[in-house]
Nanobody, 124 residues
Framework: QVQLVESGGGLVQPRGSLRLSCAAS????????MGWYRQAPGAPGNQPEL??????????NYADSVKGRFTISRDNAKNTVYLPMNSLNPEDTAVYYC???????????????WGQGTQVTVSS
């Protein structure tokens, strides 16, 4: 199994910054994509929204609403993904979930693992 531990959420004023971190641990054979989703109160269909996802190779994918403000990065040696968030606004208020696609053994298909979520509140 894979465990994800998120940190860095909290309360911040508009135009402020926060940095989320997510460390993966467990019986990890390979990690593929790592990224972040968020779920805001009253989101349509109550579905999480993609924020940013970084594959093991290829282009990073960002939500249009965060481009230029959020920059995802990862440290493969530490199995950790980061999300510095700048110029935050109240519309960024949500529970942020870490996601990783990982394989836990040879011959075992990769699957997605989710963190427990960390609250980000942007308010004056």
């Amino acid at each position: 199994q894979v465990q994800l531990v998120e940190s860095g959420g909290g309360l911040v004023q508009p135009r402020g910054s926060l940095r989320l971190s997510c460390a993966a641990s467990g019986s990890i054979c390979s990690i593929y994509a790592m990224g972040w989703y968020r779920q805001a109160p009253g989101a349509p269909g109550n579905q999480p929204e993609l924020v940013a996802v970084m594959p093991s190779s290829g282009s990073t994918n960002y939500a249009d609403s965060v481009k230029g403000r959020f920059t995802i990065s990862r440290d493969n040696a530490k199995n950790t993904v980061y999300l510095p968030m700048n110029s935050l606004n109240p519309e960024d208020t949500a529970v942020y979930y870490c996601l990783t696609s990982a394989r836990v053994g040879v011959g075992i298909r990769p699957r997605d693992y989710w963190g427990q979520g960390t609250q980000v509140t942007v308010s004056s």
